[in-house]
């Protein structure tokens, strides 16, 4: 958010902030990205994930790493217009985030790249392009929250299972949202159809995405006065 130059909801330095993702939608490495229907503004996020590799009940941040997999390139595809008029609600994100999230190409161990710790990641570089041109440059280091910290925040009262996806959050500028918002639309335009898009962490390889038409959008029959409840 400092990013584009709006102030930080001060929740964020209390507690992470986080959603669930639709797991129907994950897609590889190498797969196409369908824009999600009737988005004209169609987005990346360049992130990195922890894996669970043992169930984690109420873990304390102390016993969270003992719970990680490894780790991988993550990418929760995002409709930005779907996105803004969804959160209107106060209710949380839905079919701005459930068309596509692209995992890989590896699954890194934290003993790989455990000589790279650094801050409350790793000291390894985080880059995306679009059609060859660099966009987002940043680094894991930098992240806010540790992954100890989001596994046992996710875990508070229920069990985070084996093979669950912890989502680090969009590192620096790694969004077409931020950028777009600092330097325009015309410098940075929304993702379309025919797109190549290459997310890379230093030590965990690269998504290489093509960026496909999205489904038809039908439009509701039924329309609720102001009055009506759900």
Known sequence: MT??????????????????????ALRGPRETVPIA??????????EVAAIVGAPATNVTP???PAHIAGY????DWSARDLQAAEMTMAIGLGKAKDTAT???PFLVTPDEIDGKRSGEGFDLKMTASVNGVLYSEGNWADQFWSFADLLSYASRGTT??????????????GCILELAKVHGEA???????GD?????????GEIRASITRGAPLHPLTRRRSSSARQ
Request: aromatic share 14%; glycine share 10%.
């Open 102 to 104: 692209s995992l890989g």
């Open 160 to 173: 985070l299972h084996t093979g669950d996806v912890i989502g680090s959050g969009t590192v620096g500028t």
């Open 196 to 204: 190549q898009v290459a997310l890379s962490v230093e030590n965990l």
């Open 187 to 193: 410098e940075y335009p929304w993702l379309d159809a």
């Open 72 to 75: 991988t390139i993550f990418c």
């Open 62 to 64: 102390a016993e969270a």
């Open 37 to 46: 229907p009737g988005s004209r503004q169609f987005d990346y996020e360049l």
């Open 3 to 24: 990013a584009m130059g709006l102030a930080t909801n001060p929740v964020y330095y209390q507690q992470p902030v986080f959603y669930f993702q639709n797991p129907a």
